[in-house]
């Protein structure tokens, strides 16, 4: 694997021809291959490139709930290489002008993986041990205080909607820390003939694992990720595959205010343009509610 540090400024070109001069900065040949831009992903830009898979970090593509971090995405790729859960890192310029690294190309289809497929991908990925230096998610009343966080960017008759349906916090006792993918939604595991591999590492974090099986069973991440929430066989496939019963009686006690605060970050990411967010603010109320 190579690091390098090669200093681009997101003015000097368009972003192919960035990830080009990344790539060469890299020490590798962008020219002999047809570069073809993938999609799924909303916040970076991403070419498959031969059998490598470039990816080009936006410089504001972080939000309150999904970091953006490329030096994290190392630390997770690095620490589950060869786990038969990630691509395999080539190359990486973490601190460059943008970010760019570059990973192995995983054949197969996203968000075509069923539920008892991800419930147990997640939970062979909760086994693993974390890498040193990821960030810990908050837990307990600390999901709602994000949620309260993100209130006074919105309209105010959105904000106190939202502030009258806010929930009790959760009486969650301590849950040891897990490794997290941070963003494992639809769009972000692939099918393979190797079985499912969770791709797109800019989020990974240290928490209670509820916070990963929430954001899959987000009715809103479905919605946008995925083909629609998903149905309750679906959801006790997904449970079931994962096992765990205890981590699943704190996921369900805690249901309301993740709901609640994934509501708020919907209609946060709408207030800023991304209007797919706006209905699926109303699946997570519909579920609060």
């Avoid at 709930?65 to 589950?80: I, K, M, Q, S, Y």
């Avoid at 502030?163 to 099918?191: E, T």
């Avoid at 994934?262 to 343009?273: E, N, Q, S």
Wanted: proline share 12%; glycine share 8%.
């Amino acid at each position: 694997m190579v690091y390098a540090q090669p200093q681009i400024s997101v003015q000097d070109d368009s972003a192919p021809g960035l990830a080009r001069r990344a790539m060469r900065g890299l020490g590798l040949d962008p020219d002999g291959a047809e570069w073809v831009p993938l999609r799924g992903g909303r916040v970076n830009r991403l070419w498959r490139v031969g059998e490598r898979v470039v990816k080009l970090y936006h410089p504001a593509g972080a939000t309150p709930l999904f970091p953006n971090d490329p030096a994290a995405e190392v630390a997770a790729l690095t620490a589950l290489r060869d786990r038969g859960i990630a691509p395999r890192l080539v190359a990486a310029a973490p601190d460059a002008t943008p970010p760019c690294l570059v990973y192995r190309h995983l054949d197969g289809p996203s968000a075509a993986v069923t539920p008892w497929d991800a419930g147990a991908l997640l939970a062979r990925l909760h086994a693993e041990p974390p890498p040193d230096g990821l960030r810990r998610l908050p837990g307990g009343s600390d999901i709602l205080r994000q949620g309260d966080a993100m209130l006074p960017d919105l309209p105010d008759s959105q904000a106190r909607r939202l502030r009258a349906l806010r929930p009790s916090a959760p009486p969650l006792p301590p849950q040891k820390g897990v490794f997290l993918h941070g963003d494992p939604v639809p769009a972000n595991i692939v099918s393979t003939a190797k079985g499912p591999r969770l791709i797109d590492w800019q989020c990974p974090a240290i928490g209670d694992p509820a916070e990963d099986l929430a954001i899959f069973l987000s009715p809103a991440m479905q919605a946008i990720y995925g083909q629609g929430p998903l149905s309750p066989a679906q959801e006790a496939a997904f449970l079931d595959a994962y096992g765990h019963p205890d981590r699943r009686d704190a996921l369900a006690a805690a249901a309301p205010a993740r709901h609640w605060r994934m509501a708020v970050y919907c209609l946060w990411k709408a207030a800023r343009g991304d209007m797919a967010y706006a209905s699926a603010a109303d699946l997570e109320l519909q579920r609060l509610e």
